[in-house]
């Protein structure tokens, strides 16, 4: 009888484990679908600007379909450079597909988790009903975050106006694809291993204190799945005597896509039927 009850338990046990398996295996998901608002600024007023840092160059980022973003998607930085799927939720005026954008500043609106352009706004509505949505001024959305495409063009890694030759080296990443966040990244001298963490010190900016002398290579940790992957350019990247501002091209570009958890997940396709 103790022997049945042993066999017994471990097969409660192996469905329990079974169950719960499924279930998380259920709720694995990369394209979660949230609610919200949207409400959109003039056209000039943040794409040259903003938290993340990326000043002019904010406005090569998918020709200008750039964000604000709430604190919960800007997360102190690390949600810089992340791309969404953006669509008001009204069948008379919206479009199924909505408007694509990057994250590449800070709103503190607490009505909206996205505040976009005004050009950027008026194509959530077809053509004929764009006027109309503008007059809204602020509407209902969903969005889903989706990877990063970036065709023809490398992580880029930007010297940062707050570096200081040599004592103190900040940095950018710029053009990240993949649907990732950048949660390390490491630095050493050419031709050596040991490796120095840099800190995240705002926006899309990286940084530290006596960065080693002579050409650098770099290395980035960054979100796959559930669990993280080291991104290592192909290039030397950092000359010895690098310099505020100077642009250097990485030689790869992430392709991994981040997991999150919930339900339910949406794995279609937003686009308009013709």
């Known amino acids: 009888m103790e022997f049945?009850?042993?066999?017994?338990?471990?097969?409660?046990?192996?469905?329990?484990?079974?169950?719960?398996f499924m279930l998380s295996t259920a709720l694995c998901c990369d394209r979660c679908v949230h609610k919200s608002k949207v409400a959109y600024f003039e056209q000039s007023k943040a794409i040259?600007?903003?938290?993340?840092?990326?000043?002019?160059?904010?406005?090569?980022?998918?020709?200008?379909?750039?964000?604000?973003a709430s604190p919960k998607?800007?997360?102190?930085?690390?949600?810089?450079?992340?791309?969404?799927?953006?669509?008001?939720?009204?069948?008379?005026i919206c479009t199924k597909s909505g408007v694509k954008v990057v994250v590449t500043d800070l709103t503190q609106n607490n009505q909206t988790?996205?505040?976009?352009?005004?050009r950027t706004f008026s194509s959530l509505a077809?053509?004929?009903?764009?006027?109309?949505?503008?007059?809204?001024?602020?509407?209902?959305?969903?969005?889903?975050?989706?990877?990063?495409?970036?065709?023809?063009?490398?992580?880029t890694v930007k010297i940062d106006k707050s570096s200081n030759y040599p004592y103190f080296l900040a940095l950018q990443f710029l053009y990240q694809g993949g649907q990732t966040d950048i949660t390390g990244v490491e630095v050493a001298k050419i031709g050596t291993s040991n490796w120095n963490f840099m800190t995240h010190n705002h926006g899309a900016v990286w940084s530290m204190d006596k960065p080693?002398?002579?050409?650098?290579?770099?290395?980035?940790?960054?979100?796959?799945?559930?669990?993280?992957?080291?991104?290592?350019?192909?290039?030397?990247?950092?000359?010895?005597?690098?310099?505020?501002g100077a642009v250097y091209d990485s030689g790869v570009q992430i392709?991994?896509?981040?997991?999150?958890g919930c339900n339910p997940c949406d794995t279609g396709v937003w686009r308009d039927v013709n």
């Open 255 to 260: 392709k991994e896509i981040a997991q999150e």
């Open 113 to 118: 988790d996205f505040v976009i352009p005004a």
């Open 212 to 244: 080693p002398m002579g050409p650098l290579s770099l290395r980035l940790l960054v979100t796959s799945g559930y669990d993280g992957y080291w991104v290592w350019p192909k290039r030397n990247l950092l000359p010895e005597n690098w310099r505020v």
């Open 126 to 155: 077809s053509p004929s009903k764009s006027a109309d949505l503008v007059k809204r001024g602020l509407v209902d959305i969903e969005y889903k975050r989706i990877p990063c495409e970036y065709r023809r063009q490398n992580l």
């Open 73 to 92: 998607i800007y997360r102190d930085g690390v949600g810089c450079g992340a791309c969404y799927q953006i669509r008001c939720t009204d069948p008379a």
């Open 4 to 20: 049945f009850h042993l066999r017994a338990s471990k097969f409660w046990l192996a469905g329990w484990i079974m169950i719960a």
């Open 48 to 68: 040259n600007g903003g938290a993340c840092g990326y000043e002019s160059v904010a406005a090569t980022l998918n020709r200008g379909g750039v964000a604000m």
